[in-house]
């Protein structure tokens, strides 16, 4: 099985229930079927997920005088980062615990879904939905035939009616009754009578899976299991002696893409499970970490890809993928776009498969206790959309030594420092755009450094890395690569919380849009990357939405969820910016304490079937940043199994050996921020802020 993809010419790991009769209908006759203009009614726009409108009212030109058209506040302290989808003038979205219908034009409420429940109902948490409460999931719905699908966190898939938002069939595509942590994590897909909806599993003991479901009736057509079964293609990568395939991972997060034209529907899968458990699933273990191409009509596996061999990084595609036209050797090529979490693309044949560009396996480090690959791929003569390794040389103080090797697994109690930063690579979850006007894709991420260990041998255990507490600041990239080359075109950096979680809307007015995590609006040149726009929406809500853009009347609206409220602007709109109240930063002052512990305890309760697990961490300051007033004197305390000394970096004082048990006493009587580590392991390093 060694080898990143394949083309399949049999069916394999399918459940089929039923084949929908075909429907003639040309690509653009249908919802998302072709670039979107007027309407917008996918989260990615339309079937190839490019975020790309052809609207150019609001151009380079023009975009100076963009404002705000309306502002709807969603009550009750719900939030979303859902994209709004629009059709004939109504929009759609999910925020906090209903669906909203809204007027395009003016924001109104039409109605909400579950009808009778009032705009302002406390949001409840995702848990919740374990209950059978009807949560709507947070990336949004899609339109069709029309109808308003939406995903649901309980595991379930339900229909309304667009107009009234009446419920037309409700069905549950995970297990029956449900198993905890199933949920449809993505907004579902719609094409030629089909919803297509992938099944998330939390990172919990279970598989994901993809399931097409009839647009009209809910009815099942078909389920495939993105972990394969026994006599299955693919169950040879996952040991045959034990059955961790049954609880193998490759959650589907994410929105599918489709070429109807080939019959085909994408998705791409997450990580393997256990996280970091690489000794109990030795293998490469598809189809986790991969793309997969699966026949509309069947379910049928007509090719796969695979970013990441035995991922121990969840270093898999968090990013939906986007289909684009390109040129090769000056021939057309139907392709595909993959961004693994790394912020390399990978540009498939979407037909095949096979790359576009040349692919390399190159050698990465080892652990035989982990089974790790001996090869992982990568495009050649790409640029990554993070800064290169290199670029933190200088940056990375002692004790820390920089790795740059790629892929170092995170081995138990093995301190390596690496970039990007590990376990999780930072370019995740926001969606990227393809502008066919450029060439370019558009994506963001964040840049890193960490630490890769573990603390437990226990596989189950999902804790790895360490502190960042001594090592460089992050840094939130976007960039625009062009697909032709695999390259940087420009690439902005701005502190990693000012990156948000929004991603970028391309138009053929040249623009790219985005929203920045302190609640602006942006807009961009695309070709050069220049700032042209910025407006200041609300700050307070954490979440940000990506951007959609429509038609009413002959006037081009943007819409952008900013957490708690939905803001729509137009050219000449009246509504001003809000002042930017002053940042919150009391989280990064650290705890309130006067006692501080060498070890901290950690608990995870990601396992699901598995429990809650524990580990002490003898290298972790317990709390890692603390916070004092002038003149307190602070207890450390060493809580652990082994002897520490705990150190001023500065030198100015020292606990000399501390057994377990034993305490040291320093009283900080001057106002500043001040780091301490312990010398027998240098690694762990603490934080103690003083205030006057």
Known sequence: MRGPYRSITVGIFVGLLAIPAPVAVQRGEEDGGALPARDWPLVGGDWTSARYSTLTQINTQTVKTLGGAWVKKFGGGASTRATPVIKDGAMFISAGTLVYALNAKTGDTVWTWPSGQPEATPLRRPSDAIAGEAIPNRPGV??????????????????????????????????????????????????????????????????????????????????????????????????????TWMHGGGGVWLVGTVDADLGLVYFVTGNAVPMFGGEIRKGDNLFTASVLALEMKTGKLRWYYQVVHHDLWDADIATPPVLYDAQVAGKPRKALAALRADGYFFLLDRETGKPIYPVEERPVPQDAFLHTAPTQPFPV???????????????????????????????????????????????????????????????????????????????????????????????????????????????????????????????????????????????????????????????????RGPAATYEIDGEQYLALATGPALWAFKLGGTIPPVRVPADDVEASRGQETEEIETATLMQVSFGGAVGRRYALDEHAFNPLRARVRAGTRVMFVNNGRMVHTVTARDGSWTSGPLAPAKSFYVTFDKPGTYLYHCTDHPWAIGQVTVEQ
């Open 142 to 243: 899609a339109l069709g035939e029309g109808l308003v699908f939406v995903g649901l966190l309980d595991g379930r898939v339900v229909a309304l009616r667009q107009k009234t938002g009446e419920q037309v069939w409700m069905e549950r595509i995970g297990e029956d009754p449900r198993k905890k942590g199933e949920s449809v994590a993505g907004a579902p897909t719609y094409a030629r009578g089909i919803v297509f909806a992938g099944l998330a599993n939390g990172d919990w003991a279970l598989r994901g899976r993809v399931v097409a479901l009839d647009a009209k009736t809910g009815r099942k057509l078909w389920q495939v299991f993105t972990v394969p079964g026994p006599g299955e293609l693919g169950h040879d990568s996952w040991p045959q002696d034990l059955d």
């Open 381 to 543: 003569g790409a640029e990554s959309l993070l800064p290169e390794c290199a670029a933190w040389r200088d940056r990375v103080p002692p004790p820390f030594v920089l790795n740059c090797s790629g892929f170092t697994p995170p081995s138990v109690n093995k301190e390596t420092v690496v970039a990007p930063g590990v376990p999780i690579p930072r370019v995740r979850v926001t969606p990227m755009s393809y502008s066919p006007q450029t060439g370019y894709f558009y994506a963001q991420g964040v840049g890193m450094v960490g630490r890769a260990r573990r603390i437990s041998d226990d596989p189950w255990f999902q804790n790895a890395g360490g502190s960042d507490v001594g090592l460089p600041e992050s840094v939130g990239v976007f960039a625009a690569i062009d697909s032709r080359t695999n390259k940087i075109v420009w690439k902005k950096e701005v502190p990693s919380p000012l990156l948000g979680g929004s991603g970028p809307l391309t138009t053929a007015g040249g623009l790219m849009f985005r929203g920045s995590g302190n609640g602006s609006v942006e807009a961009y040149d695309a070709k050069t990357g220049e700032r042209l726009w910025q407006f200041q929406t609300d700050i307070g809500g954490g979440q």
